[in-house]
T-cell receptor, first 111, second 114 residues
Framework: QKEVEQNSGPLSVPEGAIASLNCTYS??????FFWYRQYSGKSPELIMF????GDKEDGRFTAQLNKASQYVSLLIRDSQPSDSATYLC???????????FGTGTRLQVTL | EPEVTQTPSHQVTQMGQEVILRCVPI?????FYWYRQILGQKVEFLVS????????KSEIFDDQFSVERPDGSNFTLKIRSTKLEDSAMYFC????????????FGPGTRLTVT
């Protein structure tokens, strides 16, 4: 069974701080890694994707991938109350393959 | 910005009835997917579809489920005889092609089976 593991949280960070969200995966053949944001009652919204080891930055978001450790992380800089949501890590074995999701980490950004 | 759309937003049906959930993927996308999320649980893959064929399906996608692309824009999920445990949010997603395979999700259809 190919698993994606995330700490369910909640992860509470003050406004303006850095939020660090982590994800591990079991399938060593995984090639594509995604972070989705899901507000309560809404659908997953793609915010970052990463395919190669290292860091990828987009605005306030940085995705980090370490395939040797089977570890993906998402950093959110200057956290805002509007960032409060559940962050889903998803992994795909190949291009155009199904996504396997983790259970998500609930992030709370406090004022 | 193009979006995946889904109808209806909420469907209530009685056990044993057939339902059809509809999706319009992003227009230049070639790969289509259905996922579901039972309340409080993780998002689960159901089926992927490419070139008018099922590419992959999960164990959840049994004979009660079918998918179809009836025309150039719609992509449908049919559940033939709904069960109580089919109650969930159903999400359609699409991705552009083999090289740009990021999946974009629609707003979902909440299916309630009574």
């Amino acid at each position: 069974q190919k698993e994606v593991e995330q700490n369910s949280g909640p992860l509470s960070v003050p406004e303006g701080a850095i939020a660090s969200l982590n994800c591990t995966y079991s399938d060593r053949g995984s090639q594509s890694f995604f972070w989705y944001r899901q507000y309560s009652g809404k659908s997953p919204e793609l915010i970052m994707f990463i395919y190669s080891n290292g860091d990828k930055e987009d605005g306030r978001f940085t995705a980090q991938l370490n395939k040797a450790s089977q570890y993906v992380s998402l950093l959110i800089r200057d956290s805002q109350p509007s960032d409060s949501a559940t962050y889903l890590c998803a992994v795909a074995a190949g291009t155009a393959s199904k996504l396997t999701f983790g259970t998500g980490t609930r992030l709370q950004v406090t004022l | 910005e193009p979006e995946v759309t889904q109808t209806p937003s909420h469907q209530v049906t009685q056990m044993g009835q057939e339902v059809i959930l509809r999706c319009v993927p992003i227009s230049n996308h070639l790969y289509f997917y259905w996922y579901r999320q039972i309340l409080g649980q993780k998002v689960e893959f159901l089926v992927s579809f490419y070139n008018n064929e099922i590419s992959e399906k999960s164990e959840i996608f049994d004979d009660q489920f079918s998918v179809e692309r009836p025309d150039g824009s719609n992509f449908t999920l049919k559940i033939r005889s709904t069960k109580l445990e089919d109650s969930a949010m159903y999400f359609c997603a699409s991705s552009r092609d083999y090289t740009a395979h990021e999946q974009y999700f629609g707003p979902g259809t909440r299916l309630t089976v009574t």
